[in-house]
């Protein structure tokens, strides 16, 4: 990690991503943090980096089942403006692996964070979202999921069933969120 005055440039792997780049952290990435306000692309993909250098690197059963999706190269505006660079580079990076891969995706819908984990192999899309909602509410982004899913479906020449073609499984996963206050721990 180097440090340019507020600010901290860490180096991104091609393993990470499926390309390199260096994110910037600045001292207001870090105040969101610590006020619990909403958290940057920058904050996302260094905990991303957190969790690649401390349970995927030199683990090859945990690297070679799970992925993650570059939220900078795949977002609300991008998907909007350029829908064509973003499938294409979901599809590029389902097309890498030889293996069945599960792909985080960190997706902000303009005011709040989403994950989605996507399985393209088996055309399956795990929603999970801590506030109430479901994957209709962000058409363009289950547009693009789908699309891609289908591209790659296409490049890898599966064959599916006639009424699983037009249909990617989307499961929602509900997330409960418990309130433990200090007295009910002792």
Not at 52 to 74: E, H, I
Not at 114 to 124: G, Q, S
Not at 142 to 165: E, G, H, M, W, Y
Request: aromatic fraction near 12%; hydrophobic fraction near 40%; proline fraction near 3%.
């Amino acid at each position: 990690m180097a440090t340019a005055g507020a600010i901290r440039l860490l180096d991104m792997e091609e393993d990470i991503f499926g390309y390199s780049c260096t994110e910037t952290i600045g001292k207001e990435d870090l105040e969101h943090i610590f006020r619990h306000q909403e958290l940057g692309v920058g904050v996302i993909h260094t905990y991303i980096r957190f969790l690649y250098d401390n349970f995927m690197r030199g683990n090859d059963q945990l690297s070679n089942r799970f992925r993650f999706v570059s939220s900078s190269l795949v977002n609300k505006a991008l998907i909007c403006r350029e829908p064509d660079s973003c499938r294409e580079y979901l599809v590029k990076r389902f097309m890498a692996s030889s293996t069945n891969n599960l792909y985080l995706w960190p997706y902000n819908s303009g005011c709040h964070w989403l994950l989605l984990a996507i399985d393209p192999l088996k055309e399956v899309v795990y929603f999970l979202n801590s506030i109430d909602g479901e994957w209709t509410n962000y058409p363009d982004m289950k547009q693009l999921v789908d699309t891609s899913i289908k591209v790659f479906r296409s490049q890898r020449q599966a064959r599916v069933p006639r009424t699983k073609s037009s249909n990617i499984t989307w499961i929602k996963v509900v997330l409960y969120s418990a309130t433990v206050s200090i007295a009910d721990t002792l």
